[in-house]
């Protein structure tokens, strides 16, 4: 066998095409001068690629400001943006003078950037008193952003200091004596267009909006002045910061009001067709959002007719909220995919029904406080039928003709409060629960429990605090459980239990000796039990759907069953003598 020998310059010429990958390195603003509202820079190539900006650093302010608290954005650090195209700006009318800028945004934008020159970035997370990492990724990494390895070495730029426009600028070190008069001055020569005036990108820092989005097109006006005279006066910066923060906050807190609302009044789906349980969800976190998976099966009765998963996305950077939830009986797939939204006081979910792979029936609700959840009138005639098919609700039955658009609603949005709080419980440190209020036990007007002999009523606090022994299930699953028991530490819901015994448990299904309502923090007591021990297995069994426990009877680690006999003995071991001994539970 010959061996094959590689020349010296054709190992070169391999390594020189493979060095190539990784673009270079964005260059600095030569002036070396930082900018409070935009990160300045060049692209020394003219290959075609993307721009990334990593937020480092939002908003830590040093020295304080004297008049007022700084916030700084540490819910955004270590995101990703994206320089978008760029697009020419003069200086001034009169001046006429050409420089270019770009908007940060979301996604990816490839080109060939040589031809700009220097490059002025802004956008609402370009704040003061910040630090960022820019970088230029290959054409090839298109698509692949996140696990491309054709990056260059990134160019650290960080901003100035609220309103401090020109030298001397402020060190990181107190006394705070930055911005001061020669920053206003500057300021005025600017709206001046007088000549030596510093560029807009160091001058412009007010913005529209609560985000303070910078108009780049217009001459300097006086409220950019302003700006400077109110960081003079060690006023604080007082925009919102980045895109998505209030928007994802507002949007929780109105679905959050939904599920209150639809929890007491609407009718569990389980006495029309089969009852969705969310299994307890996993929550992956990237840079820039956050996804939750959780199973999803639909009971009828103690059978699973359907099963599938739901998966809800929080994206940071668009501020986006959406649940898409894929269900199969065997015979037949549906994907439902809504995306939430708040304008003014009504929330809107919004999206589309498939079937089979099929077209995309459009369709959605909408919910204010004053009209409850409807139909959006925009849906596709076929939406709402091909919803309550999934739902395992015959198209045209009797329960299909008497079945409200809240009740449908009202279980897609628990499905997407549940798993959002989750999502959010990751934040907060588990500890074991001391202290517990327990369930609350409704005494006041409709579903009264006044005057029904709840065994186990006066113990559940006690009970509650034992959350933390319970075996076999995830530290999310012991918070959601604290939270439910009024233990702190979670954002779901203390428990609601009402009492009905009208009509088989009222709103719940003739068999039943409890059932979950919508949105998990009310349960309906339906079977007056006759010991302590079995009334505590009840509860804790329904208060757990509202955790994602499933109704299996198969003793795996999410069987409501299972929670609820555990609870059961550990109140007989809690409570010697209250319960017999091999007594079954409900």
Not at 168 to 194: E, W, Y
Not at 436 to 454: R, W
Request: charged fraction near 15%; hydrophobic fraction near 40%; proline fraction near 7%.
């Amino acid at each position: 066998m010959r061996s094959m020998l590689i020349r010296p310059s054709l190992v070169f010429l391999i390594s020189a095409v493979f060095a190539r990958a990784a673009p270079p390195t964005p260059l600095a603003d030569p002036s070396g001068i930082d900018k409070s509202r935009f990160i300045s820079f060049s692209i020394p190539t003219s290959e075609v690629v993307a721009i990334r900006v990593k937020l480092v650093s939002l908003h830590h302010v040093n020295p304080p400001y004297s008049a007022g608290p700084f916030v700084p954005f540490t819910t955004f650090e270590g995101q990703d943006r994206w320089v978008g195209p760029p697009t020419q700006y003069v200086e001034s009318v009169s001046s006429g003078t050409l420089f270019y800028a770009s908007k940060l945004q979301c996604a990816p934008h490839y080109q060939d950037w040589s031809t700009v020159g220097l490059l002025h970035v802004t956008g609402s997370e370009i704040v003061p008193s910040s630090s960022y990492e820019v970088e230029n990724l290959a054409a090839n990494c298109a698509g692949n952003e996140g696990g491309c390895s054709a990056v260059s070495v990134p160019l650290q730029i960080a901003t100035t200091r609220w309103g401090d426009v020109v030298s001397a600028f402020q060190l990181p070190t107190p006394p705070a004596t930055q911005p001061d008069f020669t920053d206003i001055g500057a300021m005025v020569n600017k709206f001046k267009s007088a000549p030596g005036a510093p560029i807009k990108a160091r001058a412009m820092l007010a913005g529209y909006g609560l985000r303070g989005l910078i108009n780049i097109t217009p001459d300097l006006g006086f409220g950019h002045i302003s700006a400077c005279v109110d960081a003079f006066k060690g006023l604080p910066y007082w925009y919102a910061g980045p895109a998505g923060n209030e928007t994802i906050a507002n949007v929780l807190q109105m679905l959050g009001a939904m599920n209150d609302d639809l929890a007491g009044g609407t009718t569990p789906l389980e006495t029309f067709g089969a009852e969705p349980k969310i299994g307890v969800p996993t929550v992956a976190t990237t840079a820039n959002d956050i996804v939750a998976v959780g199973t999803i099966d639909f009971f009828q009765g103690y059978d699973v007719v359907a099963s599938g998963t739901s998966t809800v996305t929080v994206d940071f950077c668009t501020g986006e909220v959406s649940l898409e939830t894929v269900v199969s009986d065997g015979a037949t797939t549906w994907t439902l995919v809504q995306s939430v939204s708040l304008n003014a006081d009504i929330l809107s979910l919004w999206g589309f029904v498939q079937v089979n792979g099929g077209a995309m029936l459009p369709g959605g609700w909408d919910y204010s406080t004053a009209t409850g959840a409807v139909l959006n009138p925009g849906s596709d005639p076929a939406f709402a039928g091909e919803v309550e098919s999934m739902f395992q609700i015959a198209p045209g039955s009797t329960a299909a003709a008497t079945l409200s658009a809240g009740a449908v609603a009202g279980a897609v949005s628990s499905i997407l409060q549940m798993i959002i709080n989750y999502i959010k419980d990751q934040s907060i440190p588990y500890t074991p629960p001391v202290s517990c209020l327990g369930p609350k036990i409704l005494n006041g007007s409709g579903q009264s429990c006044a005057g029904v002999n709840i065994l186990c009523a006066n113990r559940l606090a006690e009970m509650c605090t034992s959350i933390n022994d319970l075996p076999n299930v995830s530290i999310a699953f012991k918070k959601c459980m604290k939270g439910r028991c009024g233990c702190g530490g979670s954002n779901h819901k203390r428990l609601e239990v009402a009492c009905d015994f009208v009509g088989d448990c009222g709103v719940c299904p003739s068999y039943a000796d409890g059932c979950n309502l919508p949105g998990g923090s009310r349960m309906s007591y339906c079977e007056d039990m006759r010991y302590g021990c079995t009334c505590a297995n009840l509860i804790f069994h329904e208060m757990s759907h509202g955790c994602g426990t499933n109704d299996r009877k198969d003793g795996s680690a999410y069987d409501a069953y299972r929670i609820g006999t555990w609870f059961q003995e550990e109140y007989r071991d809690r409570f010697p003598g209250a319960c017999p001994v091999g007594i079954a539970g409900p």
